[in-house]
Every structure is written in C-alpha cells, then in structure tokens.
C-alpha cells in the first residue's frame, strides 16, 4: 500500500517551510529507501509506502512543536566534520568554527607536535575538527556530562580520530592532571545570563540547559576558565574562547586581569565580536 501523495504534494501540503519539509524528507528517504537527496527532484512523483509515511507524518510534528533539525536527524554539519547530536548535548554552531580556526592557525605556526585541550566538549565539535585537519595536535577533551562524554567519544570512533583524543570528566581544569601544561587552550562554555530570555526560545528550549547558561551573569565560566589559564599554559601558549555578542568588553578585562597578554578579539560571519584570545607571556614560567 503506498500514500496517495507523491514526494512533491508531500512537501508543498506540509505546514513547514518547504525548506525544512525537504530536509526532513531526504532523511527519510535515505533510512527508508537508502535514496540520496537528490530523488527529491529525480523522483518527485514518488509515493512513500505506509510505514515510511507515519514516519513523515512523525518528523513533520516533532518540528511543527520545535524540536530541532539537528536532533530529529540526530547528527549536525560542523567544520569540515559530521557530529552525531542528541539532547544530551549542544548543537554545534557555525560561529564556533571561529574557535577552530583560531587553534588551527595557532598550530600552523608552532609547526611542530601541539598538545591542545577542549574545556566543556559537548558533542566534541571543537576538539574533533582540530583532530581531522592536523595530525600535528594531541587533544584533551573534557565534559562535566558524563552523557556528553559518551557521545563526544561516539563521534571520535566514528571519524578515527579516537588515538588523537583523551576525554576526561570534570568540571572544567578539575578534570585534568593539575600538573599539565598545554600550547592551546579552547572553550565554548555555558555563556548565556540565567535570565536572558533567549533561553525559552527556539531551539535552546530543546538543549541542555548546563550547556547554555551558567544560571548566573553569564561570565562565570569564562571567568573560571580564563583566571586558571596561566596555570595550564605553556610560556607563549594560546587561550581563546567563545562568548556571548555583547560580552567581549568583559571578557576582554578577564584576561588582562588574568595578566594574559596580546589579547584579541575576533568575529564571527555575522560581524560579532565572538572569540576572544590571549597567551601567557614569555616570562613568567
Ligand atoms: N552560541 C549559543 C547560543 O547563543 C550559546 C552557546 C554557549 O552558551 N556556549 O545559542
């Protein structure tokens, strides 16, 4: 038995933005017919069998109530990796590249074997695409989840990247060896203010809540994370994180005050100050 709408019907009927209505259905067409996306158009007048149209049926309502894309098809574009994605973790946002770019950049100039640790990893994004464009960094990835740690680990064995990466659990420095001493530091904490009403929008409604907020100003983190980072450094070694659009004053006097120097900002493709970095100084071991 199949269903009287063809592929065509299917997505110009549907309450989605057809957009978000081909997305959805080129999954489905791939789990249920192992079809590429393409037969979207090369098979338009195509009608799905019972089964894969309840299926439909059930991705097309997870959306219309909010869910996002990324955790309805359980895996998300990042860099130059695919991340699997479930609730137990962030989505990987475009900006966030920008904190890759910066540690690649880095690793570039040593020009030699990098040890780099990911503060907070979720789904892995940062440390993952670090690991599959340089054979040069060894990583450290570290998640207070233990659920985020289990996928982040999930997505190392599935891109072959596991012998370059060490996950550790804890929350932030305390989750690795206080002796340790690394040439880059990276993080994209929790930055969001408890009361931002952002929060109960959108897809954030769907992510956890620890990923996002640190149930306070918003700077606690990153003050965490930046007041220590002298002691993890290596002399000359680079830290740089993600913040909010409207933090990068504050994170900027973070790590002055850290006694950080050659402090930058830098932006995302939206023309936010998004990043900020800094390195321990030369003289101070
Ligand atoms: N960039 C995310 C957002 O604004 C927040 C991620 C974070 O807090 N690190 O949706």
Request: proline share 4%.
């Amino acid at each position: 038995m199949s269903v009287s709408q063809s592929l065509r019907e299917l997505i110009s009927n549907c309450t989605l933005p057809a957009s978000e209505a081909r997305i959805l259905l080129a999954h489905l067409l791939e789990m249920h017919y192992q079809l590429p996306r393409s037969a979207l158009l090369s098979r338009d007048d195509m009608r799905l069998n019972e089964q894969a149209f309840e299926e439909w049926e059930n991705l097309v309502s997870r959306r219309v109530n909010g869910e996002p894309i990324a955790y309805i098809l359980g895996k998300k574009g990042f860099h130059n990796i695919e991340l699997l994605v479930s609730p137990g973790v962030l989505i990987p946002r475009p900006e966030t590249e920008l904190l890759v770019e910066i540690a690649l950049a880095e690793i570039t100039k040593l020009n030699r074997a990098a040890k780099v640790l990911d503060l907070g990893t979720g789904s892995g994004a940062i440390a993952l695409s670090i690991a599959s464009s340089t054979t040069l960094a060894s990583l450290i990835a570290t998640d207070q989840s233990p659920e985020a740690l289990d996928i982040a680990k999930q997505n190392a064995q599935s891109l072959a990247l596991s012998a370059q990466i060490q996950f550790e659990q804890g929350s932030w420095y305390e989750a690795i060896s206080q002796q340790d001493q690394f040439d880059v530091i990276v993080s994209n904490p929790p930055y969001i203010a408890s009361q931002d009403p952002h929060l109960g929008q959108g897809d954030l409604r769907f992510e956890p809540e620890s990923a996002l907020t640190d149930y306070g100003s918003g700077l606690s983190c990153l003050q965490a994370i930046i007041s220590k980072a002298g002691n993890f450094l290596k002399s000359g070694g680079l830290i740089a994180v993600e913040h909010g659009y409207d933090q990068s004053e504050a994170v900027v006097v973070l790590m002055k005050d850290a006694g950080l120097i050659d402090v930058q900002v830098h932006h995302d493709l939206a023309g936010h100050c998004r990043a900020a970095s800094g390195r321990k100084s030369l003289k101070n071991p």
